[in-house]
């Protein structure tokens, strides 16, 4: 079994700041991409960020420049930091993973719980 638990979310006043956060746990054998996406009420599921084992991090154009994606691979962690944020940064933000769940490598897709920010005045 493996479980991501995520932490960080809330309100925020624009321009604002939250960090993100989520932790894998369980069961496996390493870890390869880990991201986050969004997902707002009747807007499309966005990928926001994502870094590979290495540290190569991709970013969605909506938030180059403010969002910064990291990890700790000792911690078996992601993190999102979100600076300069708006109020169409609003959304649910999921970690997601790619997790070797094998020794034959075997890789699992998994997700966290959700973590809700909101950027109002």
């Known amino acids: 079994q493996v479980h991501l638990a995520e932490s960080g979310g809330g309100l925020v006043q624009p321009g604002g700041s939250l960090r993100l956060s989520c932790t894998a746990s369980?069961?496996?054998?390493?870890?390869?991409?880990m991201g986050w996406y969004r997902q707002a009420p009747e807007n499309e599921r966005e990928t926001v960020a994502t870094?590979?084992?290495?540290?190569?991090?991709t970013y969605a154009d909506s938030v180059k420049g403010r969002f910064t994606i990291s990890r700790d691979n000792a911690k078996n962690t992601v993190y999102l930091q979100m600076d300069n944020l708006r109020p169409e940064d609003t959304a649910i933000y999921y970690c997601?993973?790619?997790?070797?769940?094998?020794?034959?490598?075997?890789?699992?897709?998994?997700w966290g719980q959700g973590s809700h920010v909101t950027v109002s005045s």
């Open positions: 997601i993973a790619y997790i070797q769940i094998s020794t034959s490598g075997q890789i699992g897709y998994y």
């Open positions: 369980g069961n496996f054998f390493g870890i390869d991409t």
């Open positions: 870094i590979t084992s290495v540290g190569t991090a």
